[in-house]
């Protein structure tokens, strides 16, 4: 039986439950002899759990200090509240504007949206993980649905060779991540991370006065410098910036993507970023912060290589390896506010995670509502090309794309600017000029990119623009939606500000 205090897991517990119902009842249906259509019953019903999830959500009373549950294996906190509201109203948005993709695709999958649904829930599990096991576990019910995910078209070799590579490569990282697990469980005796913390904490003396003077030097070397725990930590850290696609374990990513149903894809690159982010916050600054500080310099080198690459890969590139390339070099950046480990650098990754989300977001949802009159309906992936002179065919949706293209480009005066600026800043408050420098500089070449869409939708020299499928009124309203609330958050960005600044301070409050 479920205590009180473990009660306020039910939004998790309740989405477990929906799906097993979700899948009896699509089972039900599609065993009929009429083969229906069954996607968006599905669809809907998927969007009616979270929406659900997230009334649940609202109903927990957040503890602002740290309220832990089934033994000390989940946290409860502001941190993953936040997180894990954010992350569902992201995918509420997502699954309305995969829905017609997927008819003209012809997934007609009841498993898809269940896949989606149990991705969501290894997420939420990842935002909530206080134990090694438990950041493990979560991130294998993430991984798995994400690999049938990109395998979902059966009918192209692309994707079936997407799937597998995903899996081959996912399963190779989450290897790394479990022997580091098994290193810092060898050395400390534990997984849990509030153990780890108040173990790995203590002063000289107090390892002396415990272990006693003849143990000491031996306690010295694992606990206090910390050879054996660092060698963890790396193995642990790989795995997490290979999640990531930060370079240079970003390979996997580009051909990921490009092979993928663009649905999936649209999943990969905005929601699980910000959850990966929250187990790196819980592992390297609220457990081990004084192990991490000594190989930040190290972290740098990662973000600024990812940057590099995110700027010079995406010059060359069709449309999806573009926006992969687009995000590898934004991780770049989150990584940079990271590195800093400070109080600010902590409020401007969260502030540029959230609004990376909201871009993505926009960017996305347009490029699978822009569908061609084609002769050759099958054509999955789309070229810069289907993009030419958007404006003539379509002008409202081309200023918006071209408006949030330029936003996340980080052109004044977009939000987008406002938040890259304060990456900028706080990696020069931290003494990292040279940092700070070679990020501007690679910002400024990766606009290059961006700007090369807006002048294909603008200023191609052709006689005609192309002829798009007209958009649902319904999913163009929360297109308008995204844009407006995006132009909202460059005249009033104070809410991102507070919001972030929020969690940080919660979040200080717990590590000290």
Known sequence: MLIFKEIQLLPEIFLGISIIYLIIHGTFISVNNKYLLIQNSILYLSILIIAMFCFLLLNNSIEYNNFQIFNN??????????????????????????QRYLAVQKINYFEYSVLILFALLGIFFICSSNDL?????????????????????????????AGLKYFILGAFSSSLFLFGSSILYGVSGTTNFEDLKNLFFLTYLEYESIYGVDNYSFVKHVFIDGGLIQFALVFIFVSLLFKLAVAPFHLWSLDIYEGSPSSSTFFFAVVPKLAIFILIIRIFIQVFFEYS??????????????????????????????????SISHMGYTLIAFSTGTFEGMQSMLCYL???????????????????????????NKDLTDLNLLSKSNNILALFFSTVLLSIAGLPPMVGFLVKIGIFLVSIEASMYFVAILSILCSV????????????????????????????????ILVVCLFYFLLFLFVNPTLIYLFSYKITLLLTMTVV
Do not use: H
Not at 451 to 467: C, D, H, P, T
């Open 73 to 98: 294996t989940i946290i409860l906190d502001y941190l993953s509240f936040s997180s894990k509201a954010w992350i569902a109203l992201i995918s509420i948005f997502c699954f309305l504007m995969v």
């Open 133 to 161: 096991i438990t950041a493990y576990l979560s991130i294998e019910l993430q991984s798995l649905s994400f690999y049938i995910m990109a395998a979902m078209k059966k009918d192209s070799a692309f994707s079936v060779d």
């Open 293 to 326: 500080i000594k190989w930040r310099y190290y972290i740098v080198v990662v973000a600024m290589l990812t940057v590099i690459v995110g700027s010079f890969g995406g010059l060359e590139q069709k449309t999806k390896s573009l926006l992969a390339y687009s």
């Open 354 to 380: 959230f609004l990376y989300m909201i871009a993505g977001l926009c960017i996305w949802s347009i490029f699978l509502l822009l569908q061609l009159k084609y002769k050759y309906s099958k054509k999955q």
């Open 445 to 476: 070449i990766s606009t290059f990119y961006y700007i090369r869409i807006v002048k294909i939708m603008y200023f191609e020299n052709s006689v005609a623009g192309k002829l798009y499928y007209p958009i649902q009124s319904n999913i163009s």
